[in-house]
């Protein structure tokens, strides 16, 4: 008899939750919120009771044929409830919650959803929430595994509630635990690779959500693997893009209804590409942000065809955070290592997407490339600065030919400013911040030094510091690092300035063929010719108009005599000689010195010769009157034989382009310089320079009548 009282009971009980679904909307949602309270106060108790929420979960299949609005209502409630729950310390609790979950997920996803209602998105909102909030291994494993064998039997159901899949593998992205990590990255690969292909309508309003879980997976340090695989899947997501661009233009989405059509497939596609890409740049460690920049740029060059001028600016805003001064690492070391390598690929890049799209990019991007090549060659990287010399030169070389005259104009200009901010000034000026810190032993005599020769192939750039000397002070002033690197950086200018206007590695073969000239001609007759070596019309040189060359002569010059200036300054070098630099030579600016004025000459006597700038002829002679007679001057005031040495070049090119003058012109040259020549010709100098010299007062006598023929 008890036993049939106590089974009518559970009937009894059983019905009121069964008729559940004859209550109207109101009364439906208000029993739930007070079956949440009762399923609360049991799960607090010890041990927790776990009735009420089982009764939560059926009440749940009974009503989930009502319609969606109320249906919504009540699951408010119930997820909140389940958000709760999910996350109790009592993991068998929490695990019966998400096991709940997962039935209940299934059999409501069956039901499909209709267009333009996110029910699912609501629905499956507790399994992120769990996720976020429960750092249970066991927990965040089973949503994982909830979600995954949703996907695999779900896919096809599955409308709004992508969003929310992503966002729980977003979450076990970042995880640490093996298990975890490879399963979500698992089901991922299988919707990237298989469903995207099958339900992309349906997955396109989640397209973002899904590369950002590929960005959170590429950003994981503990799987490297994963993080490659993880950019090789977003690479081929932009495929998708392109090869499915009216999918993104006919759907405009609840979230971005004002997007015009043209800019849907870049704002809803494109962007959140490249975005992603430029984060793993900005977070991962050097073999991931590598790998994540040469897909980006892969990405560029492939389908940059189809991105609009406007877009283009949008995304090399996202390019250049790479450079951002404010997201280097603060430890010195990372941050070397960021501008060696990452910023130093970037840049190369950069140079090569703005060439092959330059007709597109040149009227909105060539200030801010420059800007940017500008930033590199200030920055505090020899490496760095050195490469953004070489990708200006590039950038010139390449799109030269396509430049209007407004374009030289700014990129000229750009070239003169990167000369003006990069000069050493304070090599003139410095001295060690503490001198009670010259170790003693180091120093060395006045006398000594004085007496050292300049070295025929050493440039201040070519000196290097000795850390492990004990007889030697590490160099620990910044600033005389960065005077260092600007030296360098001066001497790469000076030959990007060459290269671009007259052909990469022109000037050497010309220096060298030069000298293998004139020494032909000394073994040969006094009258025999020296063949004159022409040169080519590949560089940029006729392509610039007259004043704007005539600034580049200035520049060179300039840095010349500056150069010039510090090599004769032998109590500024001693300083420096003592303080940080080893070797047998003081440091030096002769490379600066020499090359320099070789391509400031070079320049002007190609200008000198060119019938189509003769209108600025009397300006282009003055300079060469003036350059050509102080740099004589000073070759025969030097006092050693390797300083001599080191300017054969410039004597030998000022010498032979007078001789190769016409008789008119040779007439003037020659009035300018026969004193210097006459000094120079009783000095002990090289034989090419003697030759040379004996041809200048031979042809000066022929032509005023003082040597008969």
Excluded at 160 to 165: M, R
Excluded at 207 to 236: G, H, W, Y
Excluded at 322 to 331: A, G, L
Excluded at 394 to 421: P, Y
């Amino acid at each position: 008899m008890g036993e049939t009282s106590s089974q009518s009971v559970v009937v009894a009980v059983d019905r009121i939750f069964t008729g559940s679904v004859r209550l109207d909307g109101d009364a439906i949602v208000d029993f739930v919120k007070w079956l949440c309270a009762v399923s609360c106060d049991e799960l607090a108790a010890t041990p927790p009771r776990m009735f009420s929420l089982q009764k939560i979960v059926e009440i749940s299949y009974y009503n989930m044929g009502r319609i969606r609005i109320v249906w919504s209502r009540i699951w408010q409630v119930i997820g909140e409830h389940f958000n709760r729950v999910g996350c109790n310390a009592n993991e068998e609790v929490s695990f019966f919650a998400v096991d709940s979950l997962r039935q209940l997920s299934v059999k409501f996803l069956e039901k499909g959803e209709f267009q333009n209602f996110r029910f699912q998105k609501d629905f499956l909102r507790p399994f992120e929430f769990i996720m976020k909030k429960n750092r249970s291994p066991t927990i965040r494993d089973m949503v994982v595994r909830c979600v995954a064998q949703m996907v695999s039997s779900q896919a096809h159901n599955i409308k709004s509630g992508w969003k929310n899949i992503f966002s729980v593998f977003h979450l076990a992205a970042a995880d640490h635990d093996q298990g975890i990590v490879e399963l979500a990255f698992a089901t991922t690969n299988t919707i990237i690779s298989d469903l995207f292909e099958k339900h992309f309508t349906a997955i396109i309003d989640s397209f973002q959500d899904a590369v950002k879980c590929l960005s959170e997976f590429a950003c994981n340090a503990a799987f490297p693997d994963t993080s490659m695989e993880a950019i090789r899947l977003i690479r081929r997501c932009a495929k998708f893009v392109a090869e499915k661009p009216a999918f993104y233009r006919d759907h405009s989405g609840d979230d971005m209804p004002a997007v015009p059509e043209q800019d849907r497939v870049w704002v809803r596609g494109w962007f959140p590409v490249l975005f992603e890409l430029s984060c793993i740049i900005n977070r991962c460690k050097l073999d991931v942000r590598t790998r994540g920049l040469t897909v980006m740029f892969e990405i560029m060059k492939t389908y940059g065809d189809q991105f609009m001028q406007h877009w283009w600016r949008d995304l090399f805003n996202i390019v250049f955070r790479i450079f951002d001064s404010m997201k280097h690492p603060e430890q010195a070391s990372e941050k070397i290592e960021w501008m060696t390598t990452t910023c130093n690929h970037a840049l190369y890049a950069i140079v090569d997407v703005f060439t092959q799209y330059y007709d597109g990019l040149s009227p909105v991007l060539l200030d801010s490339l420059l800007a940017q090549l500008k930033w590199c060659v200030l920055q505090e990287n020899e490496q760095l600065a050195r490469s953004g010399t070489n990708c200006l030169e590039n950038l010139v070389v390449s799109n030269g030919s396509k430049f209007d005259a407004a374009t030289w104009e700014k990129t000229v200009n750009s070239i003169l400013e990167m000369f003006t901010c990069t000069e050493p000034a304070a090599l003139l000026t410095w001295r060690p911040s503490d001198e009670k810190r010259m170790i003693e032993g180091t120093e060395t005599s006045d006398d000594h030094m004085a007496g050292t020769d300049l070295a025929l192939d050493a440039s201040f750039s070519q000196f290097s510091f000795d850390p492990d000397s004990k007889s030697r002070m590490k160099i620990n002033d910044r600033s005389l690092a960065a005077l260092l690197i600007q030296c360098v950086v001066q001497l790469e200018l000076i030959q990007c300035v060459d290269n671009v206007l007259f052909f990469p590695d022109w000037s050497r073969r010309e220096d060298q063929e030069s000298l293998a000239a004139v020494r032909q001609a000394a073994e040969g007759p006094d009258d025999g010719p020296i063949t004159h070596v022409v040169p080519p019309e590949d560089g940029m040189y006729k392509l610039l108009d007259d004043s704007l060359l005539l600034k580049l002569v200035e520049a060179l010059v300039h840095v010349h005599h500056f150069a010039r200036d510090f090599n004769l300054n032998q109590e500024r070098r001693n300083i420096l000689w003592k303080y940080a630099f080893r070797g047998r030579f003081k440091p030096n600016l002769i490379q600066q010195e020499v090359h320099g004025l070789c391509c400031a000459l070079r320049l002007l006597f190609r200008m000198y010769e060119d019938e189509l700038r003769s209108t600025s002829w009397p300006a282009i002679e003055r300079q060469l009157f003036a350059i050509s007679r102080d740099a004589l001057r000073h070759f025969i005031s030097m006092t050693t034989e390797a300083h001599r040495s080191a300017w054969l070049p410039a004597v030998i090119l000022i010498l032979t382009r007078i001789l190769h003058l016409p008789d008119d012109r040779f007439r003037v040259h020659a009035r300018h310089l026969y004193t210097i020549v006459c000094q120079a010709i009783v000095l002990e100098l090289k034989p090419e320079i003697k030759f040379l010299l004996k041809r200048v007062l031979l042809r000066s006598g022929q032509l005023y009548g003082l040597i008969v023929v």
